[in-house]
Nanobody
């Protein structure tokens, strides 16, 4: 069974940092692309970042460029999202998701999804 499990969410002050982890099982990451997608109730899904398991190439949304970093450890089947200089507008539920290639067009219909991790940025 394909499974994605996020962890590391929580409450952080503006300007702070947080790292999310996504543990993958049931498939090998080198054959897939993994993306991070966030969602706030009442708003459309927003693609944040994506990394290719084939070559490690990354993509970032303009809103997080220079602040977020995605990386992958194929040997551990784990994907990370390092978030720095967090802003209140970063608040939302963050999902890791998998497909054969990065999904770059809304509504970001990846084949597999984790259950999500809540990130709240507030003073």
């Amino acid at each position: 069974q394909v499974q994605l499990v996020e962890s590391g969410g929580g409450l952080v002050q503006p300007g702070g940092s947080l790292t999310l982890s996504c543990a993958a099982s049931g498939f090998t990451l080198e054959y897939y692309a993994i993306g991070w997608v966030r969602q706030t109730p009442g708003k459309e899904r927003e693609g944040i970042s994506c990394i290719s398991g084939h070559d490690g190439k990354t993509q970032y949304a303009d809103a997080v460029k220079g602040r977020f970093t995605i990386d992958i450890d194929n040997s551990k089947n784990t994907i990370y999202l390092h978030m720095n200089n967090l802003k209140p507008e970063d608040t939302g539920v963050y999902y890791c998701a998998a497909d054969f290639v990065c999904v770059v067009i809304p509504p970001y219909n990846y084949d597999y999804w984790g259950q999500g991790a809540q990130v709240t940025v507030s003073s």
